[in-house]
């Protein structure tokens, strides 16, 4: 059965742009357009150049891709021609290989948002368009309001698009601008458009999530024969955000009747790269991931209720609808209340742990988990932490170093100079066998390049001088903290999750809990520490 | 037009508990239902009794409620009666006016996980809902796997729902256990069984967000015939999650077809508080509220598109599907990049500053609030930061304090007892007028239900003594902070958010940023203080 070929359109740098707290970079924008690529996306639309600094830099400089490079822009504003409207020009001037402009088909919109009357507004369209074909690029025709304005004026709207189409315009997108739009009136009009005559080779669909359905719309929509969908990365967008390519793209490869369908131009090894390239996204706007993001979520594929836990162990199908490897995933079986003995087998065996099923150490520890989560602790994503949790009461191993005391001072004041400043100063004693080492570490602020702050003064104190271990721990690095105010037990205290990294590549999460935060912090380095000096076959002295 | 009855089943308190990182304890569970009963829902499913001993505690003191309160369990095990299952028995004594058991309808998942006969599931589940029927209880059965048993073998799968309904089930639930069943799927599966002989009025759906379409299938039920939808509140649930209440409810009350078919049980008017009952379930999970959700998202009707802007301020229905207020929510214009004056006014508008659209201090606003952004600012949120920055740049008041100085000093140590204690210090120096004041506030571990951590020490600190300010700011109290790491041009800073709230319930958000955490918190705690002091009309000495 030959596959049809379904386009896929990425909005990330333009529509997504419009999220709100959202700012790319020009050199951001270019390490997700290349990513896009690599794993076979058709259309990138890097921006709105003219619109936004940011977007001209970028198609000023635009990494050499394989997919399509899209301009976005709008179509020309009545009292001028095509060529004179200076807005489409510095669209034009970006020099892509694709134009994209949004133009209004609702009526409403045209009479009240712009104030002219529907015939220009076609008009407006048409040169548009033809501008574009004329100049030998491709041409896209973003249907701004188009289900609303279907439901509105269903003679209009279509004469809207058929101005497009007739003008040469490759893909004619139907854009549920507002996301009010639910399938069923999806399907139903799409129908009645290529019953007009515009075919579903040329359409493509743009959705919001603003009732929850984006992704639902537009696979409704392929299933009503349109052929593009645009979306974005993690579904980021203005107010809820549009269609979500990370999910939508696993559906297309893993789902029927999809997978043996259409060809989407992505191979199916790219898929696994899909997990890796929704997290870039988060980093890069420094977001916090969702978890429970369909297929690439950390908590996608974890499973807590003790019976499932039980049977996924028996055989994974009976609780996963795919295979988690598939998009770079993995399955995980968290600690909780639910989770028996089993849940922390399982847990214990993916982390490298050889462990007897009747050692008793176990219920010990999984008393001990319990009891830590009861406090604040949260060993979900502190992988780290879990471990070395794990060797303490498994093993009882001689500890590395033992920490005596730490002093922190932070500080604002002025200096010499009268400029204010803010300083701060660390004292970190350890004990490493019989010996006591004690480290200071002090950040003046003169250095405006240096983390003046307490918690990476007491990570340099400690990191400055531990002895014996001092080489191993020599290409440790804080990357990030994460902070938030939690239940422990009676009363609220800190939880901070530290991440950390090293040369060779690798990233590692670790906990502490405590009403303190420089207190938190503080036990989650030490827990940072003890684990690379784990990892990296340290010996306790 | 009679409408059809449409009734909602609420499982937030035990499948939502299955979400990874979530927790509720006995009291959290009777809030929950209170404010579920409060919205309308028919159904609150309260727990596993017997499973989980929150579960059983909750339901020997489960609040009065006009719901159905319902008890969850599974069909009985096969080899004994329902009457001599135990842990039957012990859903049974919950004293519950509703039982919903969970019981296999997937042939797989009987031979696999169970390891028993077709016949005997299929007399398990019959047995079981007898036992629940002849106690006069209402009885409803939840099939697992429904979807994906239907496809693998659908004569048994009809037969395990037919023994429920022949047994006197007032519902049979469909759950797609997995998550990976498509709407047109669920469209056709249900036409089948309506077919066979179980009507829709009977028929409830409970699905799974594993493809992002638990909303859309719910949704897709209804259209079949189903007339029960189970689903959590914000979408809360094991892996991707349930059906989003939070995100149906809405619909199903303000969108065609459903509005004018369907009766939900929930008036009009209540569904203002839903938004507050999203936040309510986050606040009490200590959850990050998600941004983007439908209707009640922070974001859900947030404008940043300078073109969306503009047209809104014209007519809200050109980019707004439903009006917010419907759901207790409301219209923001963020600042960004890409906003113009037009954005800022309205933002400044809705404060309350009433300022001359052609005041020059507005576009002196706008650039400081941009270049404030590169450095790693976020007035998104921090609402009063914003509103604090506007008052100074349009209108240069007179600060009511200036900070000298300030000194925090955290250890830990051991104590006379030999005890390791951890202790915070602060000293700040504010000068009001032409006196200089300098404060001191200690915290040394003794009382364990004080905060310790240097944060609180300077927030007691600044709070003690600000002469003729302090009545003001005295039922001050930090309730919440956020820390991120960002970007702040070239390096990275650390950028803090604090909530404060006082007695009169106001809550508000102030931001600060910087590399050390202690300068970003005290310049958020400086900020959320003056715009206590602003608020309560603190005149400047």
Redesign the interface.
Known sequence: MTKERLYLYDTTLRDG?????V?FSTSEKQRIAVALDELGIDYIEGGWPG????DSDFFDAAPKVRATMTAFG?TKRAGRSAANDDVLAAVMNAGTPAVCLVGKSHD??VT??LGITLDENIENIRASIEHIVASGREALFDAEHFFDGYKSNPEFTLNAIRAAYDAGARWIVLCD????T???EVKDIIGAVIAAGIPGSHLGIHTH?????A??NS??AV?AGVRQIQGTLN?LG????NA?LT??IP?LLL?EPYKSAYDTGIPAEKLESIRKLSRLLDEIL?R?P??????V?????????G??AS?IL??PS?????DPALVGNSR?I?M???AGQSNLRRRLADAGFDVDPKDPALPRLLDEIKER?ARGF?Y?TAQASFELLAREVLYTPRPFFD?D??????????NAKGEVI?V?EAVVSVWIGTQRVTSFYENDGAD????????NALSKALAKDLGPYQSIIEDMEL?????????GG???V?RVIIDSEDTSGRRWSTVGV??????AS?DALIDAVNWKLVQDGAVAV
């Open positions: 742009q419009q999220t709100q707290g700012q619109a936004n600094p940011t709008m409403f919109h009240t948002a601008t507002n996301g009010g639910l399938p069923q999530d603003d009732t929850g359905h992704v639902a696979l409704a299933d579904g203005e107010r809820c955000g979500n999910t939508i559906t789902k420094n916090v969702a978890k429970q993001a369909p297929y979520g950390a908590s996608a594929f974890a499973h807590k209720a019976l499932h049977a028996k055989d009976t609780y996963e609808h795919v995980i968290p909780s209340n639910q989560e949260s979900d920490v005391r730490y002093r922190v001072i932070t500080e604002r004041r002025r803010s701060s405006q390049f240096e983390d003046a702050g307490p918690v990357v990030d903290f994460k902070v938030r105010i939690t239940n009676t009363e609220a800190t405590s009403a303190n935060i420089i207190d503080f």
